[in-house]
């Protein structure tokens, strides 16, 4: 495993706020969502209201890409923030689903004060799963990988 593969990882697993990126009838939307990592990197967990037009638009064309980035901390150089643009496709859990209850326990884990929203019909649980990651880590450092083998580092990391 690569030095740049660890940060990619450790990147997503110590965020938990990303860009969303669908695509609608009418274009491109992007929105602000929160996430939390599965075990292994097998899904990012977005739970989201149905109200939403990413919500609607991730329904008909389950393709987007999830941007996450280390927050700007307003002294230095944005563009040396480190960041990762995630390719893949958002699947919903059904509620009634043998796993929407592990799911859900994995979100709420990440960010607790969700659990008073687990009870709103009109949000859903959706499992982001990444086919391609494109990394900056700083001028001069980027990489692009496919998802497969960041899972494999994702577990040999124990995340």
Known sequence: MSLIQRDVCSLIYEQR???LATL??????ASMVA???EPG??????YISQLATHTGQLLTHPECSLAI????GGLDDPQLLARVSLRGRAMPIPRNSA????????YVERIPAAASRLVLTDFQLFRFVFEEARFVGGFARAARFEGGPLREVAVEMGL
């Open 17 to 19: 706020w990303a860009a």
């Open 24 to 29: 609608g009838s009418d274009g491109p939307n």
């Open 35 to 37: 996430y939390a990592p």
């Open 41 to 46: 990197l097998n899904g990012l967990l977005l």
């Open 69 to 72: 980035s280390v927050p700007d």
């Open 99 to 106: 796993g929407f209850a592990a799911a859900a326990a994995c």
